[in-house]
C-alpha cells in the first residue's frame, strides 16, 4: 500500500508564491511518476504537471506554464510544486498522485495513488 500527503497549501495574495511538497511511503518501489492536479468549487479535477522518473522529464498545463515548476527527488518518491506569480484562478484544492506506469501524462487514470489534497487560496 502507497500513502501519499501533501502538504504547503495556504492564503496568499495574487501575484505571491507558495511551495507545495509531496511525498510517498509504503511500498513505493511501482512509483514511477507523480504529478498534481486541482479541482476548484464547482469544477472538474484538472491536471497541473508531472515529472516522470526516467528521465525526470515534466509536463505543464498551458495555464500554469511559466509560473509553476515541478521536481522531485525518485530516489524518496517526492515530488514539489513551485508555485510563482499566482492568481486568484489558481484557488482550487491541490491533489498530489503517484502511478506505476511512468508516462507522465495528463490523463488523471494513469494514476493509481491520490492524496487528500491541500487547500491553496489566492486572494486579489
Known amino acids: 500500500q502507497v500513502h501519499v500527503v501533501e502538504s504547503g497549501g495556504g492564503l496568499v495574495q495574487a501575484g505571491g508564491s507558495l511551495r507545495l511538497s509531496c511525498a510517498s511511503s509504503?511500498?513505493?518501489?511501482?512509483?514511477?511518476?507523480m504529478a498534481w492536479f486541482r479541482q476548484a468549487p464547482g469544477k472538474e479535477r484538472e491536471f497541473v504537471a508531472s515529472?516522470?522518473?526516467?528521465?525526470?522529464?515534466?509536463r505543464s498545463a498551458d495555464s500554469v506554464k511559466g509560473r509553476f515548476t515541478i521536481s522531485g527527488d525518485s530516489a524518496k518518491n517526492t515530488v514539489y510544486l513551485q508555485m510563482n506569480s499566482l492568481k486568484p484562478e489558481d484557488t482550487a484544492v491541490y491533489y498530489c498522485?503517484?502511478?506505476?506506469?511512468?508516462?507522465?501524462?495528463?490523463?488523471?487514470?494513469?494514476?493509481?495513488?491520490w492524496g487528500q489534497g491541500t487547500q491553496v487560496t489566492v486572494s486579489s
Open positions: 498522485t503517484a502511478g506505476p506506469y511512468g508516462w507522465g501524462s495528463a490523463n488523471p487514470r494513469e494514476y493509481v495513488y
Open positions: 509504503g511500498s513505493s518501489t511501482n512509483i514511477n511518476a
Open positions: 515529472i516522470k522518473w526516467s528521465g525526470d522529464i515534466t
